[in-house]
Each structure stands twice: as structure tokens, then as C-alpha cells.
T-cell receptor, first 112, second 110 residues
Framework: GQSLEQPSEVTAVEGAIVQINCTYQ??????LSWYQQHDGGAPTFLSY????GLEETGRFSSFLSRSDSYGYLLLQELQMKDSASYFC?????????????FGAGTRLFVKA | DAGVTQSPTHLIKTRGQQVTLRCSPKSGHDTVSWYQQALGQGPQFIFQYYEEEERQRGNFPDRFSGHQFPNYSSELNVNALLLGDSALYLC?????????FGPGTRLTVT
């Protein structure tokens, strides 16, 4: 089966940098995604890593190490609006195609 | 361009009843996945439809079934509802690795 582990909660100060880690155990791994979900809202896509290394998109960066089955999401210059839940998700191959499996999520609290 | 839409927004059902939830994918997307999200948890994969066929399935009982229509819209059916089926049901469409989620249907079973 597949399993993903990420911290349940992280608290940081506005303007700071925060890193949310994700480790996974899965077969048929293709890539690691990150999604953001505000309370009462739907998950929205942030990033996808299929190869080792760092991908940067504005204030957000995502890293993947396939050999370590590990990735992280880095949020810089934190803003109050970044308070949300962040999910790592693995894209895995399966009979007939691919599927995406989500972690339990990390709740980020940004304080003034 | 309309994104993913779902109906209804909220639904209250009684144990033992049956429910049908509906989803229209983002324009141009042919793959639809359904997820169940309990409060404070991550989305749990139910199944995925492509070309009107169920291609992938998660660890959900046969009470959960679905359908995809020729226009790529999809339905999720749940029979013999249990209290534990109360959750947010999310539909996502995709044409690659990025999933576009709808606003979800909040199902409450009493």
C-alpha cells in the first residue's frame, strides 16, 4: 500500500520562512504534488516534482529526493493568507493509468 | 471557462438511504476522480473514471459506485448510508498530474 507522513501542525510568524516535510512509502511512484486548502474551500494545486531537485514558483518552492522518498514545501515571506492546510500527494502508477494519494495534511498557522 | 462544478452543495440523509452526487469536469478534461474528506483529514481516493470506465479504485466498499457520461461528467452513488459516510465529497478533473477540484458536496448522515 501507500503511506505518506507529514507534520500535523506548524506555526510560524508573518514574514518568516517555513518548511513542511513529507515522507512517503509507495510503489509505482511517479511524482510528488503539493496542494493548499483553506477552511471551507477546495484543495488547489501548488506544485509537482517528478525529478529530484528544487522547483520554485514565486514564494513557494518544492523539493524532491526520490532516493530518500522525501520532499518538502518551502514557503517564504509568509503572509496571513498562507494560513491553511497543506497536503502532499503522490502520483502513482496503477493498472489502467495513474492515481493520486493524499497525505493527512499539515495545518499552518501564521501569526502576526 | 468554468471550472469543476459539483451538486448539490449540501445534503442531509438518513442512515440506510441512498445518495447521488454529481460533477462536471473542467472543460477539456476527460478524467474524473472522486475523494472523500473527513473533517481534519486529507482527501481519500474513492475511484477514478476515464472514457466512461472505472480505471482505479481505492479502499472503499461496493456501496460506493459511480458512472461517467459521454460528456465526461460523473456521478457518485452511495447506497445503504452509514453515519461514517458523513464527509465532504470532492470531485477532481485532470488531464495530467494536476488535479482541479470542485467545491465539494457536504454530506451529513443522521
Amino acid at each position: 500500500g501507500q503511506s505518506l507522513e507529514q507534520p500535523s501542525e506548524v506555526t510560524a510568524v508573518e514574514g518568516a520562512i517555513v518548511q513542511i516535510n513529507c515522507t512517503y512509502q509507495t510503489s509505482g511512484f511517479y511524482g510528488l504534488s503539493w496542494y493548499q486548502q483553506h477552511d471551507g474551500g477546495a484543495p488547489t494545486f501548488l506544485s509537482y516534482n517528478a525529478l529530484d531537485g528544487l522547483e520554485e514558483t514565486g514564494r513557494f518552492s518544492s523539493f524532491l529526493s526520490r532516493s530518500d522518498s522525501y520532499g518538502y514545501l518551502l514557503l517564504q515571506e509568509l503572509q496571513m493568507k498562507d494560513s491553511a492546510s497543506y497536503f502532499c500527494a503522490v502520483r502513482v502508477s496503477a493498472v489502467g493509468g495513474f492515481k493520486t494519494i493524499f497525505g493527512a495534511g499539515t495545518r499552518l498557522f501564521v501569526k502576526a | 471557462d468554468a471550472g469543476v462544478t459539483q451538486s448539490p452543495t449540501h445534503l442531509i440523509k438518513t442512515r440506510g438511504q441512498q445518495v447521488t452526487l454529481r460533477c462536471s469536469p473542467k472543460s477539456g478534461h476527460d478524467t474524473v476522480s472522486w475523494y472523500q474528506q473527513a473533517l481534519g483529514q486529507g482527501p481519500q481516493f474513492i475511484f477514478q473514471y476515464y472514457e466512461e470506465e472505472e480505471r482505479q479504485r481505492g479502499n472503499f466498499p461496493d456501496r460506493f459506485s459511480g458512472h461517467q457520461f459521454p460528456n465526461y461528467s460523473s456521478e457518485l452513488n452511495v447506497n445503504a448510508l452509514l453515519l461514517g459516510d458523513s464527509a465532504l465529497y470532492l470531485c477532481a478533473s485532470s488531464d495530467s498530474y494536476e488535479q482541479y477540484f470542485g467545491p465539494g458536496t457536504r454530506l451529513t448522515v443522521t
